[in-house]
């Protein structure tokens, strides 16, 4: 028991550092491109580590079963969130920011 | 736990409230596009955490219908967006 | 010949909706609790089975079930890998970024298969779909041009080859142009 308690504490804490990230990367990173990269991993990664934390204590299976429900709605929607405002973006012509010292590898 | 689950409904606040700064700097539509949907992911995990933490099992329901309104407001924007250009990748300029 | 092609038809029709009405019959379990009222959700999740047909014809593409815990498995660790290479991105003080865009012709075919292509690298380390042009090229912008981005695309491509049974259609050789 005290085991899955603190297996879902570094879950949810893992979650919230995610989230973070997220966000620190979305204020750091320089153009909407890198921000999108920044927002859709971190955030939905974040989100799926919550997801499983609160899963090791859900009281049942249908309430386990709607946490993962949720999780898999907001994947879909952030993914194609992220891909449209790319689109977006690089029809109205906004150039990619590149490196400085940029080299081919 | 319940100490624990505050700790992290706060912390969630706080990226929230950071991801403001984003909207408030721009400088294009589609970073504050990104910044509303940070809103609505954090916004999702945050009523997930408090359903857990304040035992009202309600608030799951209201993430579920928050992630499906986040998937509305996507196709919104797809519609808007292509009404814009309907034309598919006929204009192929190489990346700078 | 057209009346055998309608028949097949219908029948696609028939299972498709089972399908369907199990698939929201399995959301009303998970959305009403454990005190699910039947009486209400079996003649709405009729109704929606229904309208979805009308509204949604019969998708081409299938998935195969018992290639979904693979693929699940895959993506959730590649997941975990896309979270963990941006942290260590943001977290550098140096910002260690090399974004660049390149343009990779697909080889899945058109519809579901390449739709779930774009949106599943949007979530994989490093990747993220930009635009599809007429000619099937994605143009995929790419944290780190130093990784192999066009690597862990096509293995993306051919795991979603697995999960829905499709060819790969062939492409010009060296992938990126």
């Known amino acids: 028991m005290i085991l899955i308690e603190l297996l879902q504490a570094v879950l949810l804490l893992a979650g919230v550092g995610f989230f973070l990230v997220g966000t620190l990367g979305i204020l750091r990173f320089p153009d909407v491109y890198t921000r999108v990269h920044a927002l859709t991993k971190a955030d939905n990664l974040g989100l799926g580590l919550i997801v499983f934390g609160l899963l090791l204590g859900a009281d049942s299976v249908p309430v386990a079963l709607k946490l993962l429900l949720v999780w898999g709605l907001a994947l879909i929607a952030s993914a194609t969130a992220g891909y449209l405002v790319a689109r977006a973006a690089r029809r109205r012509g906004v150039r990619p920011w590149r490196a400085r010292n940029w080299e081919k590898g | ?96 | 010949m057209t009346e055998q092609r309608h028949a097949v038809d219908r029948s696609s029709r028939v299972s498709v909706y089972v399908l369907r009405l199990g698939i929201l019959l399995a959301v009303w379990w998970i959305v009403s609790g454990s005190h699910s009222d039947w009486w209400f959700g079996l003649p709405l999740a009729m109704v929606a089975a229904a309208l979805s047909l009308w509204l949604a014809p019969p998708a081409r593409f299938l998935l195969r079930p018992h290639q979904i815990p693979q693929f699940a498995g895959f993506f959730l660790w590649q997941s975990l890998l896309a979270g963990w290479d941006v942290a260590r991105r943001t977290l550098s003080p140096s910002l260690p970024l090399q974004p660049e865009i390149l343009r990779l012709p697909m080889a899945l075919p058109p519809g579901a298969p390449t739709w779930w292509l774009m949106l599943t690298i949007t979530l994989l380390p490093g990747t993220l779909s930009v635009r599809l042009s007429r000619q099937r090229v994605l143009e995929v912008h790419c944290l780190d041009a130093r990784l192999d981005v066009a690597g862990s695309v096509r293995e993306t491509e051919a795991h979603l080859a697995r999960l829905f049974g499709v060819q790969l259609l062939p492409t010009e050789d060296g992938r990126r142009q």
């Open chain 2, 1 to 96: 736990m319940n100490g624990l689950l505050e700790a992290v409904a706060l912390l969630l606040l706080v990226t929230l409230v950071l991801g403001l700064i984003r909207i408030w700097r721009g400088p294009t539509i589609a970073d504050r596009m990104l910044a509303a949907q940070l809103f609505g992911t954090t916004g999702v995990g945050l009523l997930l955490v408090l359903a857990e933490l304040q035992q009202i099992a309600a608030l799951r329901d209201v993430a579920l219908v928050l992630a499906l309104l986040a998937v509305m407001a996507v196709l919104a924007f797809v519609a808007r967006v292509w009404r814009r250009d309907p034309e598919d990748g006929t204009e192929e300029d190489p990346p700078a």
